[in-house]
């Protein structure tokens, strides 16, 4: 007798819009873990390949070929993703890249053959692969331990809220990633991409966002409130409080990897724009302009993420 299959209860599923609504009025809650999980990814990105756009092209190639598994209804474990080092992907051509991830033709084609001097793009005959043992952090070890620590972090407000029955630990959600891993990595891609591009749109490029980011992050975590549980808006809001200290050039580029000479030139940019302020004690620190500009990108990261979320709770033990 065969076994019987367990077939979910359709009227238990995660709804996207009970996870948006808890991201955006418990922000203070998530807020922080979530800027800083991102900035290490973004700071792991620029070790990898010193340009950000580079790391978008690859990432772009990968989710093709995740799409593709997804298509034909290939699922594969973390391991089996990672079993070789190479990873075929399907046949592009400049324009595609240009258009899609908003680099200019003549960069992107410089970029992607910088690409295949590093060895990190080949072709073989007429195959185009994409070789991981040519560039670091081949596997995303540290990129999976965060998500799930965020996430677990957002199921324990959702156990509050009454939205799940309890937390799910970072371990079973860690368990979960690697066991539908090209499944659940396609959807990462797909709040990843979405994310760069509409905060490239903003800063005009990324090692300026990067820059821009660091200082968000040490506001997030440097700021003193009283309240356990802030809404999106009045979170922001209160990150422009005099008693949040800045932070310096040479720590940003300590932080991020990014010359000093480049963080300095981005830092005065963003002051420019008055997007950050900077004091006596060269300390920069954001500003009351930025608030606004934020709001629309970050409805897109925010709309994303409860997706994300959503679809990996929905397959996670409960």
């Known amino acids: 007798m065969l076994n019987e299959i367990k077939i979910p209860d359709i009227s238990k599923e995660i709804q996207k819009e009970d996870l948006l609504a808890i991201l955006q009025n418990k922000y203070s809650l998530v807020g922080p873990l979530w800027v800083n999980q991102q900035m290490e990814w973004m700071n792991g990105i620029y070790a990898s390949f010193k340009n950000h756009d580079k790391y978008l092209i690859v990432m772009y190639l990968l989710k093709k070929t995740l799409d593709f598994y997804s298509r034909n209804f290939i699922k594969l474990t973390y391991d089996e993703f990672y079993k070789r080092e190479t990873v075929e992907i399907k046949k592009f051509n400049i324009s595609e890249i240009s258009n899609a991830l908003n680099i200019p033709k003549e960069s ?41 620590r965020f996430l677990s972090a957002v199921t324990r407000i959702c156990e ?43 800063f005009r490029n990324l090692e300026t966002f990067h820059v821009f980011g660091i200082c968000a992050v040490n ?10 549980s802030m809404s999106r808006d009045k979170f922001l809001s209160s990150l422009l409080s005099d008693k949040v200290q800045g932070i310096n050039a040479m720590s940003i580029s300590d932080i991020t990897g990014i010359p000093r000479a480049t963080v300095i030139r981005k830092l005065q940019l963003l002051v420019i724009a008055k997007n950050l302020s900077i004091d006596d004690k060269k300390l920069y620190k954001l500003t009351g302009n930025f608030t606004e500009k934020l709001k629309q990108p970050q409805n897109i990261v925010l709309d994303h993420l409860a997706i994300f979320a959503s ?7 409960l």
């Open 108 to 148: 992107a084609r410089r970029k992607i053959n910088e690409l295949e001097v590093m060895g990190v793009i080949k072709r073989f005959k007429k195959k185009i692969i994409i070789d991981r043992s040519s560039y670091e952090y081949v596997k995303p070890v540290h990129t999976v331990k965060r998500i799930c």
């Open 160 to 202: 509050a809220q009454k939205v799940l029955p309890k937390r799910i630990t970072t371990e079973q959600l860690e368990l979960t990633i690697k066991n539908n891993f090209s499944y659940i990595w396609k959807i990462y891609y797909e709040l990843q991409l979405p994310m760069m591009l509409s905060y490239k749109k903003l």
């Open 219 to 228: 506001q997030h975590h440097t700021k003193v409130t009283n309240e356990t």
């Open 311 to 317: 679809k990996v709770f929905n397959i996670a033990p």
